[in-house]
């Protein structure tokens, strides 16, 4: 008797739980689906009703026409600005953050120990408390509406986050491994350079990861920051097509598969340097 | 022991540079136009000292403060969403299955989707005319007509967006949380339930107070977003209908580049820096006297 409710009450868990997988699944996969399906299937099939959810006719016209057409040239220059930004402001701001978080991880003075509270405080400020000033200031400078710009401007959240990242994976490397080579004299930065690098990979990965994926995804500072092809971001090109172009839902869909397809192939494959990085803050508490 | 002092400001010097002179000192410059009228275009030349009018006439302007209240109805509304559908999705994810981790490799892609797809991807799923979510309904007999859902004037249309938001961010909830379940010890459950406490207990006792740290950071993160919104609202409605989902960072946008009034939006988004560290201020004192150290 006992043993049959015990049985009982297993069964009635095992539906519980594929329930609510099977019922997970289908809500993250439907609006990929539909995603999908719009960026291939044939308008007549969009616009039926009732709608025809698996479509009728299939093809690769929209994305012949953004990797060749005319419509596509903005949306081509976008990619490569996107690229370059994510790339020259990834790389910056990582530099400078390696060695802040060095120094914040190895030497925590009494001061410099707050510094760190106040490179979160920067990291919570809204873009718009910094967005017109900085506006004014790039303007002087004649870097609106430019790649380098845009970097810049993306150094003011990028150094801020990678720091705080870097510094939770440097602590994590005991100081011991650095002791040998200060005692033979080695400077600081070719102890950083030989010795805690190669150690932090995992660390460097997941910080380098999060900063592209970042960049690829900001769209308020790109939106003020830039406006014509020489430095759009494929955020920007998307809002553009879709003011410009408000009807053809289709080739929206497409560039937005396109621009989606990047930052999700690297979060599947760097999943576990992904999940390192977002968590190495809050499991320590 | 000087030395070391030394290398140590060596390299923290480059970044902090680099902070103060991208965020530090546009911040304080914006403080300081904001007690100006100042034009965008030249504005040097044509500012007009005007004190703290720009912030009273924020306070007593409708529309503004209407603008706060979205902002904080969002932030409330995509907390409490966010913070639900992590932990319970955290739970399931904890639970042995078949597929288990193709399962959470998948709940990461909405996370990975970039906020303009996904604001464009919700607002054609939304489509009055042809979208998805209409035939959908309608094909399950759930609703009769097609519904304009991005079309009331109330906070319906706000409730929409930040359903679209919920469904691509709270995936981050959801890996702190797992994370967090992950290091709380088998060996604890099975000592609780030979004492014989039930499921609901051992929620209380056990698996809330290991995730609380993970918790904290989610809960600090989301509001600062929720606060500060303003692409998926720009993308899906443009702050209509009838400025029905206009946000705070919004009217610093409209005002700033739309009306080119520099001083005003200024001291819009200064009222939008206060707002938030007020929130995280008291997060912190919640945090500090609960005693969980940071």
Do not use: C
């Amino acid at each position: 008797m006992r043993r049959s409710s015990y049985h009982g009450h297993k069964i009635l868990k095992f539906i519980f739980i594929y329930f609510f997988v099977i019922l997970l699944i289908a809500s993250i996969i439907a609006p990929f689906f539909w995603l999908i399906v719009s960026s291939l299937a044939n308008l007549k099939d969009l616009v039926a009703k009732p709608l025809h959810w698996i479509p009728r006719h299939l093809n690769l016209e929209r994305y012949r026409e953004i990797f060749f057409g005319q419509v596509g040239i903005s949306f081509r220059y976008a990619l490569r600005n996107s690229i370059l930004v994510a790339l020259l402001a990834t790389g910056a701001s990582f530099v400078l953050s390696l060695l802040a978080a060095y120094s914040l991880s190895r030497f925590p003075g009494k001061y410099r120990s707050n510094l760190l509270y106040v490179m979160l405080a920067t990291y919570m400020m809204p873009p718009v408390a910094i967005l017109l000033s900085l506006y004014i200031m790039l303007r002087q400078v004649h870097l609106v509406n430019t790649i380098w710009g845009l970097s810049i401007v993306y150094s003011s959240f990028l150094t801020p986050f990678l720091t705080w990242i870097l510094k939770g994976f440097i602590d994590s490397i005991p100081k011991e491994i650095e002791e040998a080579a200060t005692i033979d004299g080695a400077s600081r930065i070719l102890i950083l350079l030989r010795i805690v690098i190669p150690v932090a990979v995992p660390g460097i990965i997941a910080a380098v990861l999060l900063g592209v994926l970042m960049s690829w995804d900001e769209f308020f500072y790109a939106l003020i920051f830039t406006s014509t092809n020489q430095a759009i971001t494929l955020p920007v090109a998307i809002a553009q097509f879709t003011k410009r172009h408000s009807i053809d839902y289709g080739m929206m869909a497409a560039g937005g598969v396109v621009a989606a397809l990047p930052p999700i192939i690297l979060a599947v494959l760097l999943q576990r340097y992904l999940i390192q990085g977002l968590t190495s803050g809050s499991v320590k508490g | 022991m000087k030395r070391t002092t030394y290398t140590a400001w060596k390299f923290l010097l480059p970044a902090m540079l680099v902070v103060a002179g991208i965020v530090g000192f546009p911040f304080i410059k914006t403080i300081y136009i904001s007690l100006f009228n100042a034009p965008l275009i030249a504005y040097t030349q044509k500012a007009e000292w005007v004190g703290f009018k720009n912030f009273i006439y924020a306070f007593i302007n409708p529309s503004f403060m209407g603008g706060v209240f979205h902002t904080l109805y969002f932030s409330l509304l995509s907390i409490s969403l966010n913070i639900l559908l992590g932990v319970l999705t955290a739970m399931l994810l904890n639970q042995k299955f078949f597929g288990r981790a193709f399962v959470r490799t998948l709940v990461i892609l909405p996370w990975a989707l970039p906020t303009v797809v996904n604001a464009v991807l919700w607002r054609w799923i939304y489509n009055p005319t042809y979208g998805a979510l209409n035939a959908l309904l309608t094909q399950l007999h759930i609703i009769q007509n097609y519904r304009d859902w991005l079309g009331s004037a109330g906070l319906g249309t706000m409730t929409m967006v930040v359903l679209a938001d919920t469904w691509k961010n709270y995936p981050l909830v959801t890996i702190l949380v797992l994370a967090g379940l992950q290091m709380i010890p088998k060996e604890i459950y099975e000592a609780v339930k030979v004492d014989g406490a039930n499921w609901w207990n051992i929620f209380w006792r056990i698996t809330l107070p290991g995730v609380r740290p993970a918790l904290l950071v989610a809960l600090v993160l989301k509001t600062i977003d929720g606060l500060r919104v303003f692409d998926i609202v720009y993308l899906m409605t443009s702050g209509g209908p009838a400025s029905a989902t206009k946000t705070i960072s919004f009217y610093v946008y409209q005002e700033a580049f739309g009306f080119l009034r520099l001083g005003q939006a200024s001291a819009f988004s200064i009222i939008n820096v206060t707002i938030i560290f007020v929130f995280v201020i008291f997060y912190i004192k919640f945090i500090r006297s609960e005693g969980v150290s940071g």
